[in-house]
Each structure stands twice: as C-alpha cells, then as structure tokens.
C-alpha cells in the first residue's frame, strides 16, 4: 500500500519543485509551466456537449474492469495455491489487457504514427501476434472456458482495426465500424473475463468447502 503512495507523491512533488524552482530563475515561464501542470488533469469537457467522449470513456472503463478482474484473480490464486497453469493464465491476460488499456488511453499507436512515423499497421500487427502467442499458450484452457465470448470479442477488435487502416469513406460507418466495433469487443472480453475469473473462484470456494 505504501509504495504506490509513496511514488504518486514524489511524482507530484517533482514537478511542483521544478515548478517552484524553475519559476525562480526564470519568471517569464513561470504561468506556462503552471498552465502545463494544470492540463495534465483537465479532462475535456464542454458545457454546451457534454456527452463529448462517453463511449470512449466508458470503453476505457471497460478496459479497466476486465484488467483489474484479471490482475485480482492472478493474485487470488497465488495465494490460493493454484496450479501454475492457472496462474500463468491470470497473468499473461493481465498483462496482455492492460498493454491494450495503456494504449487505448494514452493513444500510444496514434502518438507513435503521427510523431515517430511508425504504421498504425505495424503496432496492430504487434498486437496481433501477441493474441496469436497467448491463444497458442492457453488453448486449452481457452477451450474449457466461454470461448465464443472472446471469439467474438477478438473478431470485433479485428474489425475495428482494420477500419481504422483503412479509412473508410464517410462519417457515420467509419465510427461505427472503429468505434462501434472496438466498444462492443471491449464488452465481450470484461464479460468473459468476469464469467472465467467467477467460475474459477467458485470452483476453489467449493473444493475448500469440501
């Protein structure tokens, strides 16, 4: 508990003492960097829309959800003395979902695209492989869970993909075949993960039940 605190305060007492300081030898900068402080928090929000971001906000909540049920159940079932198949399973989905969530929220493929030049192509080609290793690794287990669930979800993040190199024309199915697509995947993977990461908790309730 405490160095997750203990990081967090020192990340903001460094920039408040570069603020600080900074601001002493050079006066002229001192509001910018204040303005810069202050941005790193603003969350868009406009009066007049604010329905601007919701579903892009509530995909990132999804993400979460399922991140943070994999990364419970990793650590619920170290301590319960699972199988080592078992925990590998938790944790490579943990991980494998928050590189997705990192990059859904942090726009990492785009930031990548637009300032270092790398193809969107190349990062999803990436990400594909990294699905095709962890599928390779835990079919098995896959295959003993609600597979259709994840199927679909895989399906749809494809989609969403591809619509995104591709730049369909118009407005309207663009947004629905990205967007649309990638929400919907995102759905199916948190209840996939909340139906396999619930069943394996009631499985060892009932075994010590026994």
């Not at 199915?173 to 919907?184: C, V």
């Amino acid at each position: 508990m405490l160095w997750p605190n203990l990081t967090v305060m020192g990340f903001l007492l460094a920039i408040a003492t570069y603020i600080k300081f900074a601001g002493v030898f050079d006066t002229t900068k001192h509001h910018s960097r204040v303005e810069f402080l202050s941005k790193l928090f603003e969350e868009s929000f406009l009066p007049t829309e604010p329905y601007v971001g919701l579903l892009a906000n509530i995909s990132d909540i999804l993400w979460c959800g399922a991140a943070l049920t994999c990364w419970f159940s990793y650590s619920l079932a170290r301590k319960l003395g699972q199988s080592r198949h078992t925990i590998h399973f938790f944790l490579f989905s943990a991980v494998l979902l928050s590189l997705f969530l990192l990059d859904d929220t942090f726009r990492i493929t785009l930031i990548l695209a637009l300032l270092v030049g790398v193809p969107k192509l190349v990062m999803y080609g990436l990400y594909g492989m990294a699905v095709v290793v962890y599928i390779g690794l835990f079919w098995r287990q896959i295959l003993k869970t609600p597979y259709l669930l994840i199927l679909a979800a895989v399906s749809l993040l494809v989609v969403s993909a591809l619509a995104d190199v591709v730049h369909l024309p118009g407005r309207g199915t663009p947004i629905l075949m990205e967007d649309g697509a990638k929400l919907l995947g995102i759905l199916n993977i948190g209840l996939y993960f909340y139906q396999v990461c619930s069943q394996q908790l009631l499985a060892v309730y009932h075994h010590n039940a026994k």
